[in-house]
């Protein structure tokens, strides 16, 4: 993966740059090489670099000088949440400034009449469900990540979670936003209202991985907390079987709250960390959760176990309370830093497949891996066909990087070559950024980079990202002149 060549040029004005923003927010611009280091990298830790500088705006007039006076001077910006983007989506440029976003920490108002809630950016996932939770309201996207990760982020990359199967991403859960653009316009898409007028820029601007502006507030769905949550563990002598059984659970018209699996060397990982009362025997392990009215939970658990029956599973638990229920999440939750306790490092991928092809694509993935002389955990949203391949290697062998890289890039491929896409809630980032065109063709990535152009016609926001032509923005936004002539010359030009 490499990133654009930076300009020298912008390099040299660092200490001007610097000192220019400091004018803006006096007290939140870092540009010294050990103040800026910590910002130097997200998630996905194979890739990093330093950042020109960082600002840590605190209000929305702030961000919006900030991006005019970058739009006027021609200095990128990458805006970053809590940084814990897996697909490199925060990584900074170097001739560049990171726009951190942990100030606008503050949740606004709380409607509950409406259901809905206003909060900052930096407001973490699990800090909305906690400030409704006394009045029996909660926030249902529920990445493995929200004690830490951003709504921010969550909004840039339309994150999910091991409920989206049943209550949906971030996008079904967005109602609106406060947006900046990269010349400090500022706009508000959607609102508190189901329904708005005119095109759908809010779904544009969900999953848009900072491309098309900062997120400066977000308006949420909050729901109220079903009455009854059930969960099962349901374990089984082979991935073939635990596959199979998602897909019988589906066709049988049930939606559980939420369907994962994990296979073998996930599920020792992940006891060995909790503790959560996992078969260790089983090759796959699954967790069914049915929740609502308590009789409707009581005949999803029983159709659900019996499925799980008639596909060979050989360990069957329900929870018995709401702790056990909390316990069984907790290790499938804990099951990415479970896997850091066996594996010097790993690098996980993010491919989303349909639900008949879970077995296949889940034995081509250890084939792959194989290959590349590596090991791998597969943790996933099996309900979704949202696969989380934790590739293990060790970063201070040489070649085991590239090999992880090159096997993930294999892995993905093969996600789309089964019929699925190249991701499901990490977004393109740098990750899967030069891996589009095998998704995508060219009228498809000309019709995305279209857009971006609308929105950022000089490729100042999150460049080198998402688009596999490093070029494109600018292309975009020229004029072709053929042996000296430009087209339709008649027509006047301002």
């Not at 909004?155 to 010349?183: F, M, Q, R, W």
């Amino acid at each position: 993966m490499q990133m654009p060549a930076p300009d020298a040029a912008v390099i040299a004005r660092r200490a001007e740059i610097a000192a220019a923003l400091a004018g803006i927010v006096s007290d939140g611009v870092i540009a010294d090489a050990e103040g800026v280091s910590p910002y130097g990298s997200d998630g996905l830790t194979m890739y990093r670099q330093s950042p020109l500088a960082v600002v840590l705006p605190r209000t929305t007039d702030q961000v919006s000088a900030v991006l005019a006076w970058c739009h006027a001077n021609r200095v990128k910006v990458v805006a970053r949440g809590s940084g814990t983007s897996l697909s490199g989506g925060a990584l900074p440029l170097a001739d560049g400034i990171v726009l951190a976003m942990s100030r606008f920490n503050r949740i606004l108002s709380v409607d509950y009449d409406n259901r809905v809630a206003v909060v900052q950016p930096g407001v973490t996932n699990l800090a909305v469900s906690e400030a409704v939770a006394a009045r029996g309201f909660y926030y249902a996207p529920d990445p493995s990540s929200q004690i830490a990760c951003s709504i921010g982020g969550n909004v840039a990359e339309n994150a999910g979670g091991v409920h989206c199967l049943k209550y949906g991403t971030t996008s079904p859960n967005l109602l609106g936003v406060e947006l900046v653009l990269i010349d400090g316009t500022v706009l508000r898409l959607g609102g508190p209202g189901m329904e708005q007028p005119g095109l759908d820029l809010l779904g544009l601007v969900c999953g848009s991985e900072g491309l098309l502006g900062v997120v400066t507030e977000a308006t949420v769905r909050i729901l109220p907390r079903p009455t009854t949550a059930r969960a099962l563990l349901l374990g089984f002598p082979t991935v073939a079987d635990a596959s199979q059984c998602v897909a019988a659970i589906i066709a049988a018209g049930i939606i559980p709250a939420g369907l994962e699996m994990m296979d073998a060397p996930a599920i020792r990982a992940a006891e060995d960390f909790v503790n959560a009362g996992y078969p260790v025997h089983a090759q796959a392990l699954m967790i069914a959760e049915a929740d609502g009215h308590p009789a409707q939970v009581d005949e999803q658990i029983a159709r659900i176990a019996a499925i799980a029956r008639d596909h060979h599973c050989n360990h069957l638990a329900e929870s018995r309370d709401e702790a056990q229920r909390l316990l069984f999440w907790a290790g499938r939750k804990a099951a990415f830093p479970a896997v850091g306790r066996i594996a010097s490092d790993y690098y996980c991928v993010d491919g989303t497949i349909p639900r008949r092809q879970l077995a296949a694509v889940l034995a081509e993935i250890s084939a792959i891996v194989a290959r590349h002389g590596l090991g791998v955990a597969n943790v996933f949203h099996a309900g979704d066909g949202n696969l989380h391949p934790l590739v293990m290697y060790d970063a201070s062998v040489p070649g085991q990087t590239a090999a992880a890289e090159a096997a993930g890039a294999e892995i993905l491929k093969a996600c789309v070559d089964a019929g699925g896409v190249l991701t499901g809630e990490h977004g393109v980032g740098v990750e899967k950024r030069d891996l589009m065109p095998h998704q995508f063709g060219p009228v498809d990535l000309e019709v995305q980079s279209r857009l971006k152009v609308a929105f950022d016609a000089a490729g100042l926001l999150n460049h080198g990202k998402l688009f596999p032509s490093l070029a494109r923005c600018a292309e975009m936004n020229a004029v072709h002149v053929h042996a000296g002539r430009l087209p339709f010359p008649d027509l006047p030009r301002f």
